[in-house]
């Protein structure tokens, strides 16, 4: 059998004790001493367990705070990738937004009227002048003017003069 060693003072105590059973054992001091020996034990055991069920008890007191601020943490977590997720939803409908308006006026533009074609409307313009052009209410009072007025004769020059009357002695 192999050789025990004992490892904390009590087992040490608890080992090196006489066995009573044992006859090679000396013969105990004394009922009293005996009793008060594993008295002593006891109280020392139960010291031990004491301090060890306290330990115990704030080993878990501390696991219990930390799983509660693991668990506050990760709902601020959650609370806060909700919130990102919210932003990063409405920062992609403006972009979409942005996009569609910059398409929109990008074929405004190349649909609009270029340089070279705003100039040749100008030419025909500046050509046709238009100002001068008469407008349908001048034209109806020039006309009704023109019928109140007595006609005029024409002017004849001298020339049509001469070229008439060699026409009627022929």
């Known amino acids: 059998m192999d050789e025990y060693n004992p490892n904390n003072s009590i087992e040490n105590s608890m080992f090196n004790q ?3 059973n044992m006859p090679s054992s000396p013969p105990p001091k004394g009922q009293n001493a005996e009793i008060e020996q594993v008295a002593s034990i006891v109280t020392d055991l139960d010291r031990r367990l004491r301090i060890l069920e306290e330990r115990y008890s704030n ?15 990760e709902r ?3 609370k806060e990738l909700r919130t990102v997720n919210e932003d990063t939803l409405k920062l992609r409908k403006q972009v ?9 006026f990008t074929d405004e533009i190349n649909h609009a009227a270029k340089r070279t074609d705003v100039k040749l409307i100008e030419k025909y313009l500046d050509l046709w002048n238009p100002r001068n052009f008469v407008t349908r209410r001048e034209l109806k009072e020039y006309l009704k003017q023109k019928e ?8 004849i020059s001298d020339e ?8 009627e002695e022929n």
């Open 160 to 167: 049509e003069k001469e070229a008439d009357m060699e026409s």
């Open 18 to 20: 006489p066995n009573p």
């Open 76 to 78: 601020g977590f959650v």
């Open 96 to 104: 979409n937004d942005y996009s569609e308006k910059i398409s929109i």
């Open 59 to 73: 080993i878990r007191k501390k696991l219990q705070l930390t799983d509660q601020n693991i668990l506050e943490s």
């Open 148 to 155: 109140n007025m007595p006609p005029i004769p024409p002017i």
